[in-house]
């Protein structure tokens, strides 16, 4: 499997601009998370998907904030106007049976790579 | 709401022990810990389902304490290999008695360092 696929992997922009990250979950998996890292606040749950229905957007910061799961296998994260501090790493996770690094065929979220968003 | 770790970091020789604790105010259905390296996206490393399971894998074990809402992560005879920033996962029960919410929030981290 190539687990959690996002990208882009980096995005800059400039203040004002529209920003959109793509996630493909793992397939077989029917939750999915969006996250935002940054040092001052960790890992913050942004909004999540069961069976590619919204179930909790309560992290979601502003309006300017927006997440669909049209199918699936995909998933976008959009933000409109964005911020200088929207800066952040943001993280797509599934959650399903995998690999984990240690345990094999866990019931957890797989994080994928992440996309590094600098917004100038 | 967020789960508690302490301590917030942790320098070690190789070879030398560590605990990571995670503690949380509301009753908890699972705990899962994560390990992330400088870059990188949390890996998982295991998941504790029921109070009083402790579980492990040749140096790296953990336990959780359903009643005190807890859980502890034990790092073993460390190695160069185990630096990054730990994070608990707490996974909370939908009622007193009843099943998973499914959506994890994870602890402030606690970053270890390993020195030769």
């Known amino acids: 499997d190539a687990g959690v696929i996002q990208s882009p992997r980096h995005e800059v922009t400039e203040m004002g601009q529209e920003v959109t990250l793509r996630c493909k979950p793992i397939?077989?998996?029917?939750?999915l998370f969006w996250y935002r890292q940054t040092m001052m606040r960790g890992l913050e749950l942004l909004i999540y998907?069961?069976?590619?229905?919204?179930?909790?957007d309560s992290g979601m910061p502003e309006d300017r904030f927006s997440a669909k799961m049209p199918n699936a296998s995909f998933s976008t994260l959009k933000i409109q106007p964005s911020e200088p501090r929207d800066s952040a790493v943001y993280f797509c996770?599934?959650?399903?049976?995998?690999?984990?690094?240690?345990?094999?065929?866990?019931?957890?979220?797989?994080f994928g790579p992440g996309t590094r968003l600098t917004v100038l | 709401q967020q789960p508690v770790q302490s301590p917030q970091a942790v320098i070690l020789r190789e070879g030398e022990d560590a605990v990571i604790n995670c503690s949380s105010s509301?009753?908890?259905?699972?705990v899962h810990w994560y390990r992330q390296k400088h870059g990188e996206a949390p890996v998982f490393l295991m998941i504790?389902?029921?109070?009083?399971e402790q579980k492990g894998h040749e140096k790296i074990s953990a336990s959780f304490n359903e009643k005190k809402q807890q859980s502890s992560l034990y790092l073993t005879a460390s190695q160069l290999s185990y630096s990054g920033t730990y994070f608990c996962?707490?996974?909370?029960?939908?009622?007193?008695?009843?099943?998973?919410?499914?959506?994890?929030?994870f602890g402030t981290g606690t970053l270890l360092a390993v020195q030769p």
């Open positions: 397939s077989g998996h029917n939750s």
């Open positions: 504790l389902l029921k109070g009083g």
């Open positions: 998907f069961n069976n590619n229905v919204p179930i909790d």
């Open positions: 996962g707490t996974e909370r029960r939908k009622t007193k008695y009843g099943g998973a919410t499914n959506k994890l929030i």
């Open positions: 509301k009753a908890l259905y699972s």
């Open positions: 996770a599934s959650r399903g049976r995998g690999q984990g690094a240690i345990f094999p065929i866990s019931d957890t979220q797989y």
